[in-house]
């Protein structure tokens, strides 16, 4: 049992999201309405010169007092966002940058969601449980308790030095706990085949600067993880586009762009993946290697969400198939643990990791040792593989509800995941319209044009089970899709 959560909460998955909903909102109500106003001026929802909703209409439509409105107002303004005119009321005020520096920020915020509209937002401090495109497991889900633990575990470390420069490969214990739990996935390998890195982002990053050159194609999912997919646009990679079905990647449209389009590189995120939650089958895993051998391509395995697949649930995995040959595997502890410890690994031959470890050392010196100590404590000391039953258990309890409550609502899933905590659904109306809507009201969605290569409009939407309860949300929702597909029809 993690030291901060009752043994009620642990065998009760709504009452950890309840919990949630708590942390995410013992804000003052004053400290809300700020929050509330920043975010919109940010987003330019508020522009500058804008009045103000007055404090009467304020007060009345978010549900609190004209003082409570009066003190956020006054806050604003001693912040510089707003500007106070006697008799007119409140006014959003102008940028005092340059002319120049305000035209570079209005081109910058015209285009509000692209490739990296969803990272910025889920960083911007709306809460978990009014985020149903969170990427991550809310506050009374995530192992913050197992960080602090391990937090102090390493303070209280005898002789401990951390004056030293840190290795670029990683830290040594916890490169070796890692072959560990790779042995448990029958991926052989040693703690030189493995290198430390901020998350899976960098891990891709350090990979296609080694292998890849502007214009190289790369096979990347269609749908796939954003973050990914802005990489390898932003080093100029002509990115080609892999269907996925029901059961996973398509092997047959595999096979015909492998061949066509002679790909030096395929990226796949094999288990659970991001955003349709589909596991690669023994099968599939088989005959994936066999193209990727015929037309020589590097395999990316993006293996993040491991720790989210109860044992039991069958899973194949190219780097146990392949051992590391042409199969280069990532992992990392941010998911399961908490986001800001940004604590990853890619395992790989030995001479590829010390490549890569030198490409790294270049590039940003090392990962900071404390926080693969940490994480490193985390997994020895901390009761990790308990804390991810516990994930699993509260999440499966929670799928069935969420799932059907999307139905309801007109939604469409892509498929009944087997664990983790994303659904893909066809919300039937242009999501970036609807993701937009939702940010004004408040609420970070996911729309489906970020996990498309070329960020194609769709009616796609990525929902974290996690942190789809919001009861206001979910009305919010159901109002919204209920006008834009009548908006539609009308047309």
């Not at 889920?122 to 449980?129: E, K």
């Not at 990979?207 to 997919?229: E, M, T």
């Not at 498929?415 to 893909?424: I, L, V």
Request: aromatic letters at 6%.
């Amino acid at each position: 049992m993690t030291p901060s959560t009752s043994p009620d909460l642990q065998n009760n998955p709504q009452a950890l999201l309840d919990r949630s909903v708590t942390l995410g909102s013992q804000m003052t109500l004053v400290e809300q309405l700020v929050h509330w106003a920043e975010h919109r001026i940010q987003e330019q929802v508020f522009r500058p010169g804008m009045r103000m909703p007055s404090v009467r209409q304020l007060a009345t439509d978010r549900g609190v007092s004209r003082s409570t409105v009066v003190e956020a107002y006054e806050r604003l303004v001693v912040r510089g966002h707003l500007q106070a005119r006697r008799g007119s009321g409140f006014f959003v005020r102008e940028p005092t940058a340059s002319p120049a520096k305000r035209a570079r920020t209005a081109t910058v915020r015209t285009q509000t969601i692209d490739m990296g509209w969803l990272i910025r937002n889920m960083q911007s401090g709306i809460p978990a449980d009014m985020s149903p495109g969170f990427g991550y497991l809310p506050p009374a889900l995530c192992g913050g308790d197992l960080i602090k633990a391990g937090l102090r575990s390493v303070a209280a470390t005898s002789g401990m030095q951390l004056s030293h420069a840190a290795l670029a490969q990683g830290y040594a214990p916890l490169r070796e706990q890692i072959t560990r739990k790779l042995a448990e996935i029958e991926i052989a390998a040693t703690p030189a085949q493995v290198l430390t890195t901020s998350g899976a982002t960098q891990a891709i990053d350090l990979i296609v600067r080694k292998y890849l050159r502007p214009g190289d194609s790369v096979i990347v999912g269609n749908p796939a993880w954003s973050a990914q997919l802005g990489t390898l646009s932003m080093m100029g990679i002509n990115l080609i586009s892999l269907p996925y079905t029901q059961q996973g990647p398509d092997v047959q449209a595999l096979a015909d762009l492998a061949a066509t389009c002679k790909p030096k590189m395929l990226i796949l995120n094999t288990v659970l993946h991001n955003p349709t939650s589909t596991v690669l089958s023994s099968a599939a895993a088989y005959q994936i290697l066999r193209i990727a051998e015929a037309h020589d391509m590097i395999i990316v395995e993006d293996d993040i969400y491991a720790d989210f697949l109860p044992a039991g649930v069958p899973a194949a995995r190219l780097a146990s198939l392949d051992q590391l040959k042409r199969v280069i595997y990532l992992g990392s502890f941010s998911k399961m643990l908490v986001p800001n410890i940004r604590v990853g690994f890619l395992a790989t031959t030995a001479d590829i990791a010390e490549s890569l470890g030198n490409q790294k050392l270049l590039t940003s010196l090392a990962t900071p040792e404390i926080n693969e100590r940490i994480v490193y404590r985390a997994l020895t000391e901390g009761s990790y593989r308990k804390h991810c039953q516990r994930v699993q258990s509260a999440l499966d309890e929670l799928r069935e509800p969420v799932f059907k409550r999307m139905e309801s609502l007109g939604m469409k899933a892509f498929c009944r995941p087997q664990a983790g905590y994303q659904g893909w659904f066809d919300a039937g109306v242009d999501t970036i319209q609807l993701a937009a809507l939702a940010l004004e009201a408040g609420y970070l969605l996911a729309p489906g044009a970020l996990f498309s290569p070329m960020q194609t409009p769709s009616t796609w939407l990525r929902m974290n089970i996690a942190t789809s309860q919001n009861p206001e949300m979910l009305i919010w929702l159901d109002k919204t899709l209920v006008k834009l597909r009548q908006r539609g029809s009308d047309c």
